[in-house]
T-cell receptor
Framework: GEDVEQSLFLSVREGDSSVINCTYTDSSSTYLYWYKQEPGAGLQLLTYIFSNMDMKQDQRLTVLLNKKDKHLSLRIADTQTGDSAIYFCAENGDNFNKFCFGSGTKLNVKP | DSGVTQTPKHLITATGQRVTLRCSPRSGDLSVYWYQQSLDQGLQFLIQYYNGEERAKGNILERFSAQQFPDLHSELNLSSLELGDSALYFC????????????FGQGTRLTVV
C-alpha cells in the first residue's frame, strides 16, 4: 500500500536552514515531489527527484533521497519569512498516474 | 497561475443538499485528480480520471461521484451533504509525463451548515 508520512510542524529563524523530512512506503515510486501551499492557495510544485538520484539542487532548495530507507528530505537554505507555508511530500505510487501526498509540514519562519 | 481553474471558489450549503464542483484542467492535460483537504491539513486523494475514464479511486464516499467530459473538464458531485464534508476540494491535472507532477487549482472551499 501507499503511505507518506511527515512531521506536522517545523519552526526556524529567518536566515537559518530548514530541513523537512518525509518517509514513504512504496518502493516502486519512480518520482518523488515537494509541493508548497501558501495560506489560501492551492499546492504549487516546488521540485521533484527521480528515484535513481540521491540529490538534486535547485537554488536554495536541496532534495536528498535515501531510497534504501525510503526517506526524502527538503532543505531550504537561508530561510525567509516568505517561505512560511505548508510543504507536502508526494510520490507517484504504484499507479503510474496517481499521486500520494503526506499530511504536510507547516513551516513557521520567525523574524 | 497553474492553469487549472476551479469554480466556485466558495460554496455554503445546508446539510442534505447536493453540490457540483467544476474543474477545467490545463490545456493538453488528460489526467484530472480530485483531493479533499480537511481542517487538519491532510490531503486525501478522492479519484482520478484520464481522458474521460476513471483510472484510480481513493477514499471517495459513495455519496460522492465524479466524471470527466469529452472536453476534459471534470465535475465532482457531492450529495446528502453532512457537516463533516466541509473542506477544501482541490482539482489537479497532469500530462502523462511524471516529471511535470500535478498542477493544482485554487480549490473550492465548501462549508456545510
Amino acid at each position: 500500500g501507499e503511505d507518506v508520512e511527515q512531521s506536522l510542524f517545523l519552526s526556524v529563524r529567518e536566515g537559518d536552514s530548514s530541513v523537512i523530512n518525509c518517509t514513504y512506503t512504496d518502493s516502486s515510486s519512480t518520482y518523488l515531489y515537494w509541493y508548497k501551499q501558501e495560506p489560501g492557495a492551492g499546492l504549487q510544485l516546488l521540485t521533484y527527484i527521480f528515484s535513481n538520484m540521491d540529490m538534486k539542487q535547485d537554488q536554495r532548495l536541496t532534495v536528498l533521497l535515501n531510497k534504501k530507507d525510503k526517506h526524502l528530505s527538503l532543505r531550504i537554505a537561508d530561510t525567509q519569512t516568505g517561505d512560511s507555508a505548508i510543504y507536502f511530500c508526494a510520490e507517484n505510487g504504484d499507479n503510474f498516474n496517481k499521486f500520494c501526498f503526506g499530511s504536510g509540514t507547516k513551516l513557521n519562519v520567525k523574524p | 497561475d497553474s492553469g487549472v481553474t476551479q469554480t466556485p471558489k466558495h460554496l455554503i450549503t445546508a446539510t442534505g443538499q447536493r453540490v457540483t464542483l467544476r474543474c477545467s484542467p490545463r490545456s493538453g492535460d488528460l489526467s484530472v485528480y480530485w483531493y479533499q483537504q480537511s481542517l487538519d491539513q491532510g490531503l486525501q486523494f478522492l479519484i482520478q480520471y484520464y481522458n474521460g475514464e476513471e483510472r484510480a479511486k481513493g477514499n471517495i464516499l459513495e455519496r460522492f461521484s465524479a466524471q470527466q467530459f469529452p472536453d476534459l473538464h471534470s465535475e465532482l458531485n457531492l450529495s446528502s451533504l453532512e457537516l463533516g464534508d466541509s473542506a477544501l476540494y482541490f482539482c489537479a491535472s497532469s500530462q502523462d509525463s511524471m516529471t511535470s507532477g500535478a498542477f493544482f487549482g485554487q480549490g473550492t472551499r465548501l462549508t456545510v451548515v
